[in-house]
T-cell receptor
């Protein structure tokens, strides 16, 4: 069974600081997805990473994928309060159709 | 345009009752997925459809759980003889293209608001 692990599980950071969330997965996959979930809300798609070395950026968030290391990172630059949410990574396998989600990282940005 | 919708948003039922949860995907989306999300956890796959065909139901916990999508659009997840352990958020997601190992190269899913099920 494919396992997806995120760390840290909880992250409290000050506005203006930088930090990285890590997503490790246990089997070969070329496709990784990042989602954001606000409290009581649904999941919002942030990034789709489709190949080794893929990098995507949107505002203060940048995601990258290293398929050889089975690692994706979500880097936060100069955090602002609006980024407070839970971030999930998810992996699916070529030839498979299930999404395997990580446990999530709960991010709190403190003014 | 309209996103994925689910109804009811909240459902409280007594143990032993049957419940039906509805999902209305984004218009034109071929694939439809059901997930269960426990508090503080990521969504857990239950089952999915391409058009009206149920392609994978390996995530359904037991035979009390079933799902259908008879016309390839709206889907219903039914839980029979509910138990307290069934209490969770049930989420539906849809994807534009058929989920397949050969194509497309990715499967971006769009999630609905969920149905919060509480079994007393």
């Amino acid at each position: 069974e494919l396992k997806v692990e995120q760390n840290p599980l909880f992250l409290s950071m000050q506005e203006g600081k930088n930090y990285t969330i890590y997503c490790n997965y246990s089997t070969t996959s070329d496709r990784l997805y990042w989602y954001r979930q606000d409290p009581g809300k649904s999941l919002e798609s942030l990034f789709v990473l489709l190949s080794n070395g893929a990098v995507k950026q949107e505002g203060r968030l940048m995601a990258s994928l290293d398929t050889k290391a089975r690692l994706s990172t979500l880097h936060i630059t100069a955090a602002v309060h609006d980024l407070s949410a839970t971030y999930f990574c998810a992996v699916d396998q070529w030839g498979g159709n299930q999404f395997y989600f990580g446990t999530g990282t709960s991010l709190t940005v403190i003014p | 345009g309209a996103g994925v919708s689910q109804s009811p948003r909240y459902k409280v039922t007594k143990r032993g009752q049957d419940v039906a949860l509805r999902c209305d995907p984004i218009s034109g989306h071929v694939s439809l997925y059901w997930y269960r999300q426990a508090l503080g956890q990521g969504p857990e796959f239950l089952t999915y459809f391409n058009y009206e065909a149920q392609q994978d139901k390996s995530g359904l916990p037991n035979d009390r759980f079933s799902a259908e999508r008879p016309e390839g659009s709206i889907s219903t997840l039914t839980i029979q003889r509910t138990e307290q352990r069934d209490s969770a958020m049930y989420r539906c997601a849809s994807s534009l293209v058929p989920a397949s190992g050969s194509s497309p190269p990715y499967n971006e899913q769009f999630f609905g608001p969920g149905t919060r099920l509480t079994v007393l």
